[in-house]
Structure formats: C-alpha cells, structure tokens
C-alpha cells in the first residue's frame, strides 16, 4: 500500500490570521489548536481525501519563495469571481517574474506566502 499526504504543514508568525484566511479561501474549519499551532482542514477533518493544513508558529522570516504552493480551482464560480472573493478576504497580487499572458493569478496570503488562483478545470 502506498502512503498519501494527509498534512501540509506551514511556518509562519501569525497561525490565527493564516487560518482565518485560508478557512475563507477554502471553506475550511478549524479542527484543532494547540499552543503554537492551528490545523484546519474539511469538516470531514483528518482521513478525507484532501490534506488539512497545519499552521506553526515560528519567528523566523520567510526569505524567498516557496518551494511549494497552493494552486487553487474555484468550485462554483467563475475565475474572476473567485479572484475578487479572494482578494476581499486578504489576499494580494504577487510578481513572480509573470508574462501577463498566464491564465492564472500569483497572490499572495496575508503572510506573504505564493499560491496560485488557475482558470477552471473541466472534467
């Protein structure tokens, strides 16, 4: 049997402002809390098919871009409607060195951190 990414874990100052937002981008909710951290996922939680997210506290700075992030597919709306939902709830355009001709959005979460809002998929 092969194994499955259950967690994606996050370092960051403010685990609290970084669930809140990631809970409105998603449609998450908090699952549990700890003294430096927050994992949030659906409320299904722990053992469905999506990762839940892990928010650590940490006082080291984020330095450069990630190595990994988020790419994200509205559900029930079109891109450009999710894109303003988005942004209302804290995220902000990022330049990652982007032609303009991409047919996604780089932004950025409240804390700097890169994910990307791609067109709809069709399946």
């Given at each position: 049997m092969a194994c499955r990414i259950s967690e994606l874990v996050l370092d960051c100052r403010d685990p609290e402002l970084l669930a809140r937002f990631w809970c409105e981008v998603l449609g998450?909710?908090?699952?549990?809390?700890?003294?430096?951290?927050?994992?949030?996922?659906?409320?299904?939680?722990?053992?469905?098919?999506?990762?839940?997210?892990?928010?650590n506290r940490s006082e080291e700075p984020k330095t450069g871009k990630l190595r990994l992030h988020f790419d994200l597919n509205a559900t029930d709306r079109d891109q450009q409607s999710e894109l303003h939902r988005i942004l209302a709830a804290g995220a902000r355009f990022a330049n990652i060195g982007q032609s303009g001709r991409e047919s996604w959005h780089v932004l950025i979460d409240p804390e700097g951190n890169e994910f990307c809002l791609l067109r709809v998929r069709l399946d």
């Open positions: 998450f909710v908090v699952l549990a809390r700890e003294e430096d951290g927050i994992e949030i996922g659906p409320q299904v939680g722990f053992g469905g098919l999506q990762p839940t997210l892990v928010f």
